[in-house]
Each structure stands twice: as C-alpha cells, then as structure tokens.
C-alpha cells in the first residue's frame, strides 16, 4: 500500500488500483500550501466526521473526480443532497468495496457541520484487503474500544493515530492506543497544524520507541510504500 501524507489528518492510500482519501483538509491548512488539491486523485473519499478540518475540500475533490464518499449516515446524507455518490455506515458496520473490506469503528469525540448542524457520530476505519490492513483512528480520545479491533478485525500492518493532543489524545496515550489496538507501527497525524496541537515531535517519537513501537511523521506531500 501506498501511504501519501497531505497534512492534518489528510492520507490517501492507494491499493488495489484505487486511491482512497481520508479527510481531505488540504486548501484551508497554510503548512499545506504546496499541495495542489486539483492535483489529488480520489476513487474513495472516507470521512471520520463532520468538523471542518477533516472535510474542507471533500466536496470539490467529490465532484471532480466523481469519487464515492464513505462515512456514517448523516455526513452520507449531506454530501447525498450535493449530488455525490455515497455510501452510508455506522458504527460496527463493515462493508465490502473494490478496495477491499472497510469498518467504521468508534471514537470519542464530536462531529457537526461548520454551520452547527448535527454530523452524526464520529468514528474511524478499519480497512484491509489482501494487501494488508490499517485503522485510521480519525479524531478520537484513547478509548476501551481500540481494543476491540484485534479481535474483530486482521492483524493491523498499521495506524494512523492522533497524536496533537488538546482536541484528541495526545501521544502519550496513542501509545496505549497502539497497545490496545496490537499494531506497531503508527504514522502521526492531527498535530502541528495550528497552535493548540503544537507538539514535541522528538518526544512523540521517543515515546513510541521507548514501548518497541515506530512513530512515522510524514512531511506533508511525502509517500511511503508499507
Ligand atoms: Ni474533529
Ligand atoms: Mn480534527
């Protein structure tokens, strides 16, 4: 699988001859700048939740390439009125796509639309195939129910985990998020985009290491094959 960092909590992932996206946040974020959205291909948009900072430009990229959107069934409703093609979830659910197998799975957190309007229940994915197996964690708290992962869902290769703090665990407790979700190597997200999730990176990735675990931060716009 082909791991391509854009930012905030921002990864396509290619597989299967398919690009999915996760929460296109990309032409409001200053430190992605140099990212030119016209240029992002998507198959699949999969949103966690509704806040601004995960679904900025999943209508354009939506419209534009014809993509389908994945997430839970009132930001499936939003987009469905927009006239994108959707595919609604909840939490516990999983389906099958070309891509593979995808699991919307719980979060601690809250999702709404920018103008207030209710956005359903936050979660994340679990997505695998024959290729392998990852959990985008979306914006959550460290929660009980990671460690329900393992035993309903493959091995995890790897996760992409919140780390910023502040709106959503911090990395200390992503190491426990780890732990409970059995999987060792993480890729950061959701930290250094604005003031309140400035982190200490080297920290972070000690942290990790200290408990035999690989914290993977990703310049935005880099690509890496796991
Ligand atoms: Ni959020
Ligand atoms: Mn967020």
Redesign the pocket.
Known sequence: MKVTYYGHACIAIETKEKTLLFDPFISPNEKAAHINVEDIHADYILLT?A?L??VADAEAIAQRCGSKLISNYEVTNHYGAKGIDVHPMNHGGKASFEFGVAKYVNAI??SSFQDGSYGGQ?GGFVVWNDEGCFYHAG?TALTMDMKLIPMTCPKLDFALLPIGDN?TMGYEDAVLAAEFAQVNKVIGIHYDTFGYIEIDTAAAKKAFADSGKELILLSIGESINI
């Open positions: 939740h806040h900072d995960h957190h809250t936050p914006d709106f």
